[in-house]
């Protein structure tokens, strides 16, 4: 399996930025899928997680009403994350990752993850 993210970049505080993640090899019928955040010297955090078979989705506290993790409507490979609202506490390496049979609040809280994607980098100026 193949993880690929993609849309990071430079973003003005209050901006909004969506990031993508493309998994090949996969049927995300059975995965979980992921977006887990690491900044400079800081642990790495789960931030939302999509269970794309059902819909199902966690965000953590630090993005809530901010962050929209969704599956793409015409490519089931590929699962998005909408970032508004961004506070410069946002800037980070962003990672995505799948996970067979995810409950996908553990998934972000435990930052569970099989396939991981090499990041794309989010800096947030003022």
């Known amino acids: 399996a193949q993880v690929e993210e993609s849309g990071g970049g430079l973003v003005q505080v209050g901006g909004s930025l969506r990031l993508s993640c493309a998994i090949s090899?996969?049927?995300?019928?059975?995965?979980?899928v992921g977006w887990f955040r690491q900044a400079p010297e800081k642990e790495r955090e789960g931030v939302s997680c999509?269970?794309?078979?059902?819909?199902?989705?966690?965000h953590s506290d630090s993005v809530k009403g901010r962050f929209t993790i969704s599956g793409d409507n015409a490519n089931a490979s590929v699962v998005h994350l909408q970032m508004n609202n961004i506070r410069p506490e946002d800037t980070a390496d962003y990672y995505c990752a799948a996970y067979p049979f995810a409950d996908v609040e553990r998934m972000c809280v435990l930052k569970w993850g099989k396939y991981w994607g090499r990041g794309t980098q989010v800096t947030v100026y003022s």
């Open positions: 999509i269970r794309t078979k059902d819909g199902a989705t966690y």
């Open positions: 090899g996969l049927n995300l019928n059975n995965y979980g």
